[in-house]
């Protein structure tokens, strides 16, 4: 009796030990629904282990109890990895194929004109770059009016045609190792650091399109009022149930600072402080622990803001819908008669004085070959 007492209390100190390790490390991987399932787990472990010590369970009994232990263990295993990738679907960072838009592709989906443009830029082209939802409009742009050739999206010495990112282009731009950036507009802090680095952003509208807000398919709420956006994004409305939906707290994600889409939100906002963005934590290089802002997951409770165009045309997935604001819906036809109350402009924007080819560039981009571009590829002109 004597070594079975002292081999339950071992074995306790070891499945302590080995819980309380893989709880930190479960925890920041799945948040605290790990953590309890891998304490639910050792304590139902230790439990058929000690009967077993003690002969409570023995022989035949001891193996079906451990076999069935183990297969409902699997079982949970399977259901939450299954879960994980069904809410992962949608997530706002989530890379689009950009490949499929680039210039001259052979199958690209990027829009071409019905005839040759009336433009033809040579020799020094300007380099572009911007915002991975207006990739698809600026590299039809590029298609038009450059020689054809090959040039790949993705960042590197010589590249012509890339997509950064927004926050990216504009550190690009204001370090003048790009000419030309499309992009919403600037925040605050992309304004200060190109007046630190003694230029003024020079901004050309070229199209509009609308802010919007997103929740899961199955959430009750189709429509929010900008006011109640407002006091959800500023921690003041935190339950579904106060805007018409169910009994669920709101899980209200950002975006990273400075992206096209977070400046969107703080325009929106206004004055009113925003709360805390929800956040995950990241074991650095160095050991350390890091904090970035969560990715949009498509839990039930969750509410999400995007583009219109990149959330129905370039990252299409039926398990979100797209809220109406103050009763109007996003729609082409509702940003162009004004009646969306979040519509913005988006611009073509350069530092310094514009070369020659840059003029030609943006003074085409606006001209009715140019808006005709933005409009068949799904944006909405800033020219009727």
């Known amino acids: 009796m004597i070594?079975?007492?002292?081999?339950?209390?071992?074995?306790?100190?070891?499945?302590?030990?080995?819980?309380?390790?893989?709880?930190?490390?479960?925890?920041?991987?799945?948040?605290?629904?790990?953590?309890?399932f891998i304490w639910i787990t050792s304590f139902m472990l230790y439990f058929i282990l000690v009967m077993g010590i003690f002969e409570k369970l023995k022989g035949k009994k001891f193996g079906i109890t451990v076999s069935t232990f183990v297969g409902l263990c699997i079982i949970v295993l399977i259901s939450r990895?299954?879960?994980?990738l069904y809410i992962e679907r949608i997530t706002n960072s989530a890379e689009v194929d950009l490949t499929e838009y680039e210039p001259f592709g052979s199958e690209t989906k990027a829009v071409s004109l019905e005839q040759a443009a009336s433009l033809g830029l040579s020799g020094d082209l300007p380099e572009l770059d911007g915002a991975t939802a207006l990739y698809p409009v600026y590299s039809a742009f590029a298609q038009a009016v450059y020689p054809e050739e090959h040039y790949p999206h993705v960042n590197n010495t010589d590249g012509i045609v890339l997509s950064t990112k927004t926050d990216e282009a504009y550190t690009r731009l204001i370090k003048e190792e790009t000419d030309i950036i499309f992009v919403a507009g600037p925040s605050e802090r992309q304004i200060k650091a190109a007046e630190d680095a003694g230029h003024t952003l020079e901004m050309t509208p070229i199209g509009r399109e609308a802010f919007v807000f997103f929740v899961n398919a199955k959430n009750p709420v189709?429509?929010?009022?900008?006011?109640?956006?407002q006091k959800i994004y500023s921690g003041e409305i935190?339950?579904?149930?106060?805007?018409?939906g169910?009994?669920?707290?709101?899980?209200?994600?950002?975006?990273?600072?400075?992206?096209?889409?977070?400046?969107?939100?703080?325009n929106l906002m206004?004055?009113?402080?925003?709360?805390?963005?929800?956040?995950?934590?990241?074991?650095s290089g160095m050991g350390g622990i890091i904090r970035e802002t969560s990715d949009y997951?498509?839990?039930g409770n969750a509410i999400g803001y995007s583009?219109?165009?990149?959330?129905?045309?370039?990252?299409?997935?039926?398990?979100?819908?797209?809220?109406?604001?103050?009763?109007?819906?996003?729609?082409?036809?509702?940003?162009?008669?004004?009646?969306?109350?979040?519509?913005?402009?988006?611009?073509?924007?350069?530092?310094?004085?514009?070369?020659e080819n840059e003029t030609k560039l943006i003074d085409w981009i606006v001209s009715e070959e140019g808006q005709w571009i933005v409009e068949e590829t799904g944006y909405v002109g800033v020219k009727e």
Do not use: C
């Open 270 to 283: 206004g004055d009113i402080p925003l709360m805390e963005a929800p956040a995950k934590e990241i074991v």
């Open 246 to 266: 169910e009994n669920e707290k709101i899980q209200a994600f950002q975006r990273p600072d400075d992206s096209g889409s977070q400046t969107a939100l703080e």
């Open 222 to 229: 189709d429509s929010l009022t900008m006011e109640q956006v």
């Open 3 to 36: 070594w079975k007492t002292f081999v339950s209390i071992i074995l306790a100190m070891g499945l302590l030990f080995i819980t309380v390790f893989l709880s930190f490390t479960l925890y920041f991987n799945f948040g605290s629904t790990g953590v309890i």
């Open 307 to 355: 583009f219109r165009f990149f959330s129905t045309e370039m990252h299409r997935d039926g398990d979100i819908k797209l809220l109406a604001i103050d009763g109007v819906p996003p729609s082409e036809k509702s940003i162009r008669d004004g009646s969306y109350p979040i519509a913005s402009e988006f611009y073509a924007i350069t530092v310094g004085e514009r070369t």
């Open 81 to 84: 990895y299954g879960y994980d």
């Open 238 to 244: 935190t339950n579904w149930n106060e805007v018409g």
């Open 297 to 299: 997951r498509n839990h």
